[in-house]
């Protein structure tokens, strides 16, 4: 279960590929690549969290909001 300082440590890796600051992301806001600038960035971000937590996130069509990546990232640590 990730404690809240790995949640800090998400949203500043998705405010990078969201382009926006720590502050304005929560548990609600989107990350799909409906927001982003195509699935390319969303796969990256995706890689990244992998990396940072040595996990590997597969079920990507779950993914909608913050709230849903750390569900996915809880299911797997």
Do not use: C, W
């Not at 990078?16 to 990350?31: E, G, S, W």
């Amino acid at each position: 279960m990730l404690n809240d300082d790995e949640k800090i440590i998400i949203k500043e890796v998705v405010s990078k590929f969201l382009r926006t600051n720590v502050v304005d992301i929560n548990d609600d806001t989107l990350i799909d690549s409906s927001v982003m600038q195509g699935s390319v960035l969303f796969h990256r971000m995706i890689s990244r969290i992998n990396q940072i937590y040595s996990i590997e996130i597969d079920n990507y069509a779950n993914i909608k909001t913050l709230r849903d990546l750390i569900k996915s990232i809880n299911s797997k640590i």
